[in-house]
């Protein structure tokens, strides 16, 4: 089976497995029919984009383990909704995000120059 395509055109990599994240929990930043709120950026978490999640409705620090979700915590890798990711580049406050690992529909709604220069890994 082929893996679906980053950003920069080659194999979409994992983002993380500690925390388990992505839609479909496997640790990829896939997305699919299923996926509303199309989980495809991995970004690595700050204290300032987990606030402004927070402030906006989405409360990624409190664990739920009734979802087995522990929060998170400032520098842990987490597939996020690319409208939430949008959403905070407007607000300055996006988090840095992993380029080989987020999904290349991303390139539908921000351009590769936006998340270059959000880029954690060399651009």
């Known amino acids: 089976m082929n893996r679906p395509k980053n950003v920069l055109g080659t ?3 994992n ?18 029919p299923d996926d509303a709120g ?5 970004a690595v978490m700050t204290s300032d984009f987990l606030a402004f999640s927070r402030e906006r ?5 409190t664990p739920r383990p009734e ?5 998170l915590k400032p520098g842990e890798r ?13 607000a300055k406050t996006a988090p840095p995000i992993i ?3 987020t999904h290349a529909a991303t ?5 590769l120059k936006d998340l270059k220069e959000h880029a954690l890994e060399p651009k």
């Open 11 to 13: 194999e979409l990599k």
């Open 15 to 32: 983002c993380s497995e500690q925390p388990m994240t992505g839609f479909y929990r496997n640790g990829c930043c896939e997305t699919g």
């Open 38 to 42: 199309v989980h495809i950026v991995c």
């Open 57 to 61: 409705g989405n409360d990624l620090v």
């Open 67 to 71: 979802f087995g979700f522990a929060g």
């Open 78 to 90: 987490w597939c996020l909704c690319v409208s939430r990711w949008v959403e905070a580049l407007e």
């Open 99 to 101: 380029l080989e690992s």
């Open 107 to 111: 390139l539908e709604f921000v351009s």
